[in-house]
């Protein structure tokens, strides 16, 4: 124990002399700095070593391209294969899912009209390192289920068919005749589309309710309106992007539900999403079965610009989507087209 003890004090007492040394060195380092000379030389070392690190960088980045087989160089690589995934995410909610999907199966017909300018800014920048990647194969790190969005003739057939289960989701103004209200109307301030069908309501204390039975699978009810300054780095950086991502858009949503109505035979999955509200209803908790014109909570605008800046009675609109199997109805369609498709959705919901 002892010799240890004695150690320890002798370790203890070496630090204390290499500390104290040290210190003397620092301040007659910093004296001596007053020479110019001294000044000249230490820039002259720093700009040598700057030059060191540049060189050793590009060999760097050069050795990682050529030893792209390992798991090390793919990494980047999914990386660069994740800065589409979000758009692609994304794309279910807004404009790059034309993005990629044409880019992948060939263009499809149906979506030629209102979202293609900033998609069609990506498809080359996205297409070209594609071949160009020698044979490595990238580990998938986000799942996108890549899905060609219904023909207008489809879409109308799901439609018909979800019509006797469907009704309005709220007593507020049908928006049907105003392209800017319904899904693919342009989204200038978060660079993306709408996807959803916005009933205005234009005073508080409005119901949504469940366009069809189903069961909660989401709800959030205690949202917090971000300040309107950090709503708008979100925007800027949706701009920089030229694309919506993903939490973006939820954290747009204000409160919200989604509501799971199960898989319909021959049309597929089918989803319903209630934002914007002024308060969830307390009945409604995640799990449990809910059914068609059943309260889900009052419409409002929370997540919105106006929200954002503390004022709840501006503008309330229920914002209101329905997704096919991951994708909003409507998807790639023309105003005139998803018009018609939402128009034969509420074709038997009553009044
Ligand atoms: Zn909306």
């Known amino acids: 124990m002892k010799k240890i003890r004695h ?57 990682a391209d050529d030893a792209s087989s390992t798991s090390q160089a793919s990494s980047p690589q999914t990386g660069s294969s994740t800065t589409s995934d979000p758009a692609a ?8 899912t034309s993005a990629n999907l044409p880019a992948d199966p060939g263009a499809t017909s149906g979506e030629s009209d209102s979202n293609e300018e900033p998609a069609a800014a990506n498809p080359p920048d996205d297409a070209d390192p594609a071949p160009a990647v020698p044979g490595p194969d990238p580990t998938p790190v986000v799942v996108v289920l890549d899905q060609k969005p219904p023909t207008y003739e489809e879409a109308l057939a799901v439609a018909a068919a979800l ?72 925007l800027d950086i949706a701009e920089t992007l030229r694309a919506t991502p993903p939490f973006t858009l939820l954290n747009l949503y ?10 319909f035979q021959f049309l597929g999955h089918v989803v319903t999403v209630y934002a914007h509200l002024h308060e969830v209803d307390p009945d409604i908790r995640v799990g449990e079965r809910i059914q068609a014109g059943q309260r889900v909570g009052e419409i409002g605008n929370r997540g919105t610009h106006a929200a954002a800046n503390g004022d709840f009675y501006v503008d309330p609109h229920l914002h209101w989507e329905i997704h096919i199997d991951n994708l909003y109805l409507g998807a790639g369609l023309s105003a005139g087209q998803t018009r018609e498709v939402y128009t034969t959705l509420f074709s038997e919901a009553p009044r």
């Open 89 to 96: 995410t994304d794309g279910d909610p807004s404009p790059d």
């Open 163 to 234: 019509a006797p289960h469907t009704i309005y989701p709220s007593e507020c103004n049908s928006p049907l005749n105003n392209p800017d209200l319904m899904p693919n109307a342009p989204r200038a301030y978060r660079s993306g589309i709408h996807q959803g069908v916005d009933f205005q309501c234009f005073t508080l204390g409005r119901s949504a309710v469940a366009a069809l039975d189903g069961r909660v699978v989401l709800a959030v009810g205690n949202y917090q309106d971000p300040d309107s300054d950090d709503r708008d780095e979100l």
């Open 7 to 63: 150690g320890l004090r002798a370790i203890g007492r070496g630090f204390a002399v290499s500390f104290r040394w040290l210190g003397t060195w620092i301040v007659k380092g910093l004296r001596s700095l007053r020479s110019v000379r001294v000044l000249l030389s230490i820039a002259a070392l720093a700009a040598a070593f700057g030059i060191g690190i540049l060189i050793s960088q590009i060999w760097w980045s050069d050795s």
């Open 254 to 263: 204000g409160n919200y539900v989604v509501i799971d109505h199960g898989v």
